[in-house]
């Protein structure tokens, strides 16, 4: 995998003092820079990663991944193309990125030598099978806006306008497009520890629903709530970082 491949994928200053590697997934439509500043809110021992997914910003000419094991399996493989040490890994994925980081969790958990302390997932119930709720159908541009404007109403404005939206919306439409089909066969337990988080006002993923991520831990998932929408993580984003750096200590 080349250079260039890699620093696509990974975005993030690396740290060399310190003694573990955070990466961020970010939300269907979101980008790496939405963790932007992780890194300066987070102690120095904490090295913060975020990805950057295909069809968006610098990335507007790579074609999406079309299914879910696309994307788990390429991530997994700059993951592991990264490990220039020992260092531990923890993930964090927010929305569909949480979808994408339990996938590469368990991917990442089938490497032998390979220390993984840490899944949080934020804002997403655990995934589904298709016993449960079948692959549903890709939902129009009308349905993914109304979606949008639900979980986000200041950062659905994008989309309306004229100029940017023939942009923007083609990596959007990919996002929902991936979660509508994604429907693993089976649910994975993981042996890493979970943390499941949530605002208490979330219109997409109710409190309740954060501990269904107990279907495929061993451990239980720690359930931590704070107060918000689906993107309380942009107003609580001290309290929450906080809760990382407690838990990577």
């Given at each position: ?59 507007l ?5 079309t ?26 994925g ?11 969790a ?27 709720e ?97 993107f ?18």
């Amino acid at each position: 995998m080349s250079t260039d491949i890699r620093t696509r994928w990974l975005r993030g200053v690396r740290a060399p003092g310190a003694r573990i590697r955070l990466v961020c997934f970010p939300h269907a439509g979101g980008a790496a820079n939405h963790f932007h500043d992780w890194a300066a809110l987070t102690p120095p021992a904490i090295e913060v990663a975020a990805v950057q997914y295909p069809g968006r910003q610098d990335r507007l000419a790579d074609p999406c991944p079309t299914t879910m094991d696309e994307l788990a399996d390429t991530v997994t493989k700059v993951l592991l193309h990264e490990r220039a040490d020992d260092r531990p890994l923890a993930l964090f994925g927010h929305s569909m990125g949480a979808s994408v980081a339990y996938e590469v969790a368990r991917r990442l958990e089938e490497v032998p030598g390979l220390a993984l302390t840490r899944l949080f997932v934020s804002g997403r119930a655990r995934p589904r099978v298709p016993q449960e709720e079948p692959p549903g159908p890709v939902p129009t541009d009308s349905e993914i806006l109304d979606r949008v404007r639900l979980l986000d109403p200041e950062g659905a404005a994008v989309y309306e306008e004229p100029e940017l939206r023939p942009l923007i919306m083609p990596a959007l439409r990919a996002d929902f497009g991936l979660l509508a089909a994604y429907r693993p066969a089976r649910l994975h337990r993981l042996r890493t520890p979970v943390t499941a988080c949530g605002g208490d006002r979330d219109p997409g993923c109710a409190v309740e629903e954060l501990a269904s991520w107990s279907d495929v831990t061993t451990e239980g998932p720690d359930v931590r709530v704070f107060e918000g929408g689906h993107f309380y993580l942009t107003p609580r984003k001290e309290e929450l970082l906080a809760l990382i750096a407690e838990q990577l200590s």
